[in-house]
T-cell receptor
Framework: SQQGEEDPQALSIQEGENATMNCSYKTSINNLQWYRQNSGRGLVHLILIRSNEREKHSGRLRVTLDTSKKSSSLLITASRAADTASYFCATDAGGGSNYKLTFGKGTLLTVNP | NAGVMQNPRHLVRRRGQEARLRCSPMKGHSHVYWYRQLPEEGLKFMVYLQKENIIDESGMPKERFSAEFPKEGPSILRIQQVVRGDSAAYFC?????????????FGSGTRLTVV
């Protein structure tokens, strides 16, 4: 079964720096999504990129998708302490099961003030 | 719009008891999904429901777990005769029939602790 896997597992940076997280998956996908989870809270949807897209921007977020390498990256520019959270990528296989998301274990991002 | 509401936020049960987790989807959403998150793990799909229908329960353990989404009221995830291994965070998500580019809206979860 496919699984999104993020790396690094943990990332610690200073406020104002950029943070890059990567996600790899194993099989063909329909969409790839990134979610944020603050400690003890639910997931917040950040951005969705479709399999026929290569790059997408939303505010300080930039997501790339390379389907040939089965990988995606999430870049957060000019990070803030409030960006401290776990970040997960989630893929769906499309077809009749596109509702079934497969999550990785996440990257724990710590932004130090 | 209150978003996806889950309750209780925290639930403690003794081994052998029953756990009932509730999820009210976002207004206008008719599709509900349950996921389980074990410590240090990503979320794992459990079940997908529409009103009065279970669409896909391929991620549900074969025994002790059941889910429903009645015509009226919240979706319920029921775990009978809980064991320590059921301790986890259980998240509910909802969506309209076609989530589109907005992804799924998740609730804040119920953290179940079995003692």
């Amino acid at each position: 079964s496919q699984q999104g896997e993020e790396d690094p597992q943990a990332l610690s940076i200073q406020e104002g720096e950029n943070a890059t997280m990567n996600c790899s998956y194993k099989t063909s996908i329909n969409n790839l999504q990134w979610y944020r989870q603050n400690s003890g809270r639910g997931l917040v949807h950040l951005i969705l990129i479709r399999s026929n897209e290569r790059e997408k921007h939303s505010g300080r977020l930039r997501v790339t998708l390379d389907t040939s390498k089965k990988s995606s990256s999430l870049l957060i520019t000019a990070s803030r302490a409030a960006d401290t959270a776990s970040y997960f990528c989630a893929t769906d296989a499309g077809g009749g099961s596109n509702y079934k998301l497969t999550f990785g274990k996440g990257t724990l991002l710590t932004v130090n003030p | 719009n209150a978003g996806v509401m889950q309750n209780p936020r925290h639930l403690v049960r003794r081994r052998g008891q029953e756990a009932r987790l509730r999820c009210s989807p976002m207004k206008g959403h008719s599709h509900v999904y349950w996921y389980r998150q074990l410590p240090e793990e990503g979320l794992k799909f459990m079940v997908y429901l529409q009103k009065e229908n279970i669409i896909d329960e391929s991620g549900m353990p074969k025994e002790r777990f059941s889910a429903e989404f009645p015509k009226e009221g919240p979706s319920i995830l029921r775990i009978q005769q809980v064991v320590r291994g059921d301790s986890a965070a259980y998240f509910c998500a909802s969506s309209p029939p076609t989530p589109g580019s907005y992804g799924y809206t998740f609730g804040s979860g119920t953290r179940l602790t079995v003692v």
